[in-house]
T-cell receptor, first 111, second 114 residues
Framework: SQKIEQNSEALNIQEGKTATLTCNYTNYSPAYLQWYRQDPGRGPVFLLLIRENEKEKRKERLKVTFDTTLKQSLFHITASQPADSATYLCAPTDSWGKLQFGAGTQVVVTP | EAQVTQNPRYLITVTGKKLTVTCSQNMNHEYMSWYRQDPGLGLRQIYYSMNVEVTDKGDVPEGYKVSRKEKRNFPLILESPSPNQTSLYFC?????????????FGSGTRLTVV
């Protein structure tokens, strides 16, 4: 069965450093992969989408890579700020647009 | 303002009493979807719809029904709610499946079935 793995342990990081999150998937060949941010009790907010033929995508302080051979996506937050503290969800997506979400990784940025 | 609106935000009901959670989007999106979120299990898809009158089961459809009679509305129906359907529910919509704008989520409906 399809499986999506994100680090379940919270990532504690100092302000200004780069946070790197990992998303691994198995038994799945997504056409693209999305990343979302979720704050407690609120709906996920879309951040970035990367397609299978793209190696890397950037948006402001965010960078996403997508390696279809390794079946892995890395999500980077550079120059992290306390406001970046949240849970980050990866969502491999098939060609029909159906998303499967990982359980998410909590990021805590301390001043 | 472009948004997905769910109602109600909070709902406490009794086992077996039919209920509907409404979802409406004002962005002319084709794709709409319902998710439930439970601690330790993450977001799981219940049903999704690629367009009017086109719906399909997600990963956990048992005990739920949906309809898509109009593009903007995608209600979630629990015909006979049970305590294991106590959860946080999210509706989401997208212009299309591979939109560079991803999915827009509603604010959520916290449902308790006693």
């Amino acid at each position: 069965s399809q499986k999506i793995e994100q680090n379940s342990e919270a990532l504690n990081i100092q302000e200004g450093k780069t946070a790197t999150l990992t998303c691994n998937y198995t038994n799945y060949s997504p056409a693209y992969l999305q990343w979302y941010r979720q704050d407690p009790g609120r709906g996920p907010v879309f951040l970035l989408l990367i397609r299978e033929n793209e190696k890397e995508k950037r948006k402001e302080r965010l960078k996403v890579t997508f390696d279809t051979t390794l079946k892995q996506s890395l999500f980077h937050i550079t120059a992290s700020q306390p406001a970046d503290s949240a849970t980050y969800l990866c969502a491999p997506t098939d060609s029909w647009g159906k998303l499967q979400f990982g359980a998410g990784t909590q990021v805590v940025v301390t001043p | 303002e472009a948004q997905v609106t769910q109602n109600p935000r909070y709902l406490i009901t009794v086992t077996g009493k039919k209920l509907t959670v409404t979802c409406s989007q004002n962005m002319n999106h084709e794709y709409m979807s319902w998710y439930r979120q439970d601690p330790g299990l993450g977001l799981r898809q219940i049903y999704y719809s690629m367009n009017v009158e086109v719906t399909d089961k997600g990963d956990v459809p048992e005990g739920y029904k949906v309809s898509r009679k109009e593009k903007r509305n995608f209600p979630l129906i629990l015909e006979s709610p049970s305590p294991n359907q106590t959860s946080l529910y999210f509706c989401a919509s997208s212009l299309r499946g591979d939109s560079n704008y991803g999915y827009t989520f509603g604010s959520g409906t916290r449902l308790t079935v006693v």
